[in-house]
């Protein structure tokens, strides 16, 4: 059987997952897949423990981090992020991971429903602190799945998905704070939560915890301008925003302390969305002027306490047993003044195109590390196409358990690469991505369509200016339609292949018309997608089904 092993390994090498800086070449690639694969390098004992329990998990999602603020990712980073670097070097980097979005609550939905958010009734934008729930009744989130399996769940930070207030009035900020709020986190799947309603820039400025605010507001905030920036509106008693992240950390860790001394035999799924570095930029005291710019400066705040979660989880015991992802739920937000990080040569989008908001890379390429002590390849790096949305189906893989054929109708397991090994058959063709301005872009290899002439979001060419790109609006009719690039030989998007490849056009085009119209990109019985406008869909006509 030896011979099998070899023969595998050399699919392992060749597709290259495990391999830490990237692919091995000939002969060493094939040998050492060989050994990977009969367990010679990271021992059969210790894979298979480590796989044959259920896994912890641990999902820490940065808010508006682009993939270049991550040293790891970025060598010339203005910065260097030392725990998030160790949790690469210790588990598996994914150099092309997107959020489905490149904006915050689209990125959010899809995560928790394995669904592109787009096919809810948000068809662009975000919702506000007072928007109501997002999420459908009935809808299978992935805490509400895990549950269902044995987990113990909890969220702690930014819901940003909609919550039902009491109302004490017609408006929607006549909220009755004494009440209980439905369509939050507990309504969703999850045991426990503790957070705040939407983005720290926007009110409500209020902590929840379950289905309560924790103290009605006890006055009103002014507007701050950026990047100290956020919007006025009523404040809770004990309600801090300086205090809002290390809160967080300090209730995740209590968490998981208290999951550690637990003898009930639950393993959790702990869903740790951070406020920041989004709006506002509030660095604690410990960590302000640590780097050139004050964005930085929150950056290292994120990586110190990325640092005092895994020290948790080492300490405690459960490091051995749980699968730590961080990502972020979109790229780097230029609201967090962009002139400063060029003074000092630091790029947030690590030399891609664009950023938060945009259909160009730099709006959903994020930085994606998982760490799966004995199954994750030590200090691999994996170069294959994944999406946050990929979660729910990876989860349910791991578990054996079958995802209902009317839920999560996008997401596709990527439990493969996790282990190092290459993507089955199965796996699904292509990732659309969305812009802020509900324009559809869709990635199939190293080809990505762009389903507009434009950014789609606030990068030039746009039709409105950007306060924060100080950018000046284009007459995007003067454009061509469609962007085809080939991101392999262009990263930087800047050649469009449209004219030159009307078949790439048309194939790409196709299939993200059929995406659209069957409900799902994932094989199983058509869906429907909620009703609304499609204002961005009506490039459709040119591409026949």
């Known amino acids: 059987m030896l011979h099998q092993f070899f023969e ?64 790891t990712l970025n060598p010339r980073s203005a910065w260097q992020t030392p725990h998030l670097d160790r949790l690469a070097r210790e588990g598996m980097t994914f150099t092309d991971a997107h959020s489905s979005s490149a904006v915050c609550t689209p990125t959010r939905y ?29 809808r299978l989130t992935l805490p509400g799945f895990l549950r269902a399996q044995g987990y113990a769940t909890a969220m702690f930070g930014k819901w940003h998905l909609g919550l039902d207030f009491a109302k004490s009035g017609s408006r929607a900020e ?15 799947g999850f045991d426990r939560f503790f957070g705040i309603s939407a983005s720290l820039d926007m009110p409500p400025y ?15 905030v002014l507007d701050s301008p950026a990047p100290k920036l956020w919007r006025a509106g009523p404040i809770g008693g004990d309600f801090k925003m300086e205090e809002v992240q290390p809160r967080l950390i300090e209730e995740t860790v209590a968490y998981l302390g208290e999951r550690a001394a637990a003898r009930d035999g639950r393993p959790f799924f702990v869903y740790l969305a951070l406020a920041a570095p989004h ?31 895994l020290a948790t989880l080492e300490k405690t015991g459960l ?59 030590v200090g691999g790096r994996c170069p294959d196409v994944i999406g946050q949305l990929d979660l729910f189906a990876t989860f349910a893989e791991l578990l054996g358990a ?52 434009g950014s789609g979001g606030w990068s030039s060419p746009t039709a409105a200016p950007s306060q924060w790109l100080k950018t000046e609006a284009t007459d995007l009719s003067t454009l061509p339609p ?49 009703p609304g406008p499609w204002p961005q869909t009506a490039w459709m006509n040119q591409f026949s089904p």
């Open 482 to 530: 469609f962007q085809l690039y080939n991101l392999s030989a262009d990263p930087g998007e800047k050649n469009n292949l449209a004219a030159q490849h009307p078949e790439v056009l048309q194939r790409l085009g196709q299939r993200m018309r059929g995406y659209i119209e069957r409900g799902r990109s994932m094989p199983g019985p058509a869906a429907v997608n909620a």
């Open 206 to 220: 209020v902590w929840l915890r379950g289905d309560r605010v924790t103290s009605p507001p006890a006055g009103e």
């Open 110 to 138: 899809t995560l928790l429903t394995g669904r592109y958010s787009w096919r809810s009734r948000m068809k662009r934008g975000v919702l506000q602190g007072y928007s109501s729930s997002l999420i459908e009744p009935g």
């Open 174 to 188: 006549d909220v009755d704070y004494l009440k209980p709020f439905g369509g939050g986190p507990t309504a969703h």
């Open 8 to 71: 595998y390994g050399f699919r392992v090498g060749k597709f290259g997952c495990f391999q830490k800086g990237g692919r091995l070449a000939g002969a060493r690639r094939w040998w050492v897949g060989g050994l990977l694969a009969s367990g010679l390098l990271l021992g059969p004992a210790r894979s298979r423990a480590a796989e044959g329990a259920r896994p912890n998990i641990l999902v820490i999602l940065a808010d508006d981090m682009g993939v270049g603020d991550v040293s």
């Open 279 to 309: 709006t506002p930029t509030l660095p604690t005291k410990a960590f302000a002027g640590k780097t050139p710019t004050l964005y930085g400066d929150f950056v290292l705040q994120i990586d110190a306490d990325v640092g005092k979660l």
């Open 319 to 377: 490091a051995k047993n749980t699968l730590v992802i961080f990502t972020s739920d979109n790229g780097f937000a230029p609201a967090a003044d962009i002139p400063p990080h060029r003074d000092f040569g630091h790029d947030p989008s690590a030399g891609m195109r664009g950023v938060k908001s945009d259909a160009f890379e730099g709006g959903h390429h994020v930085p994606f590390i998982a760490r799966w002590p004995g199954v994750t390849p």
């Open 402 to 453: 079958p995802v209902p054929g009317n839920m999560a109708e996008d997401s596709s397991s990527m439990l493969a690469l996790l282990r190092g090994q290459p993507l089955p058959a199965t796996r699904r063709p292509a990732l659309v991505h969305h812009s802020a301005e509900g324009e559809f872009a869709i990635r199939e290899g190293s080809w990505k369509l762009i389903l507009c002439p």
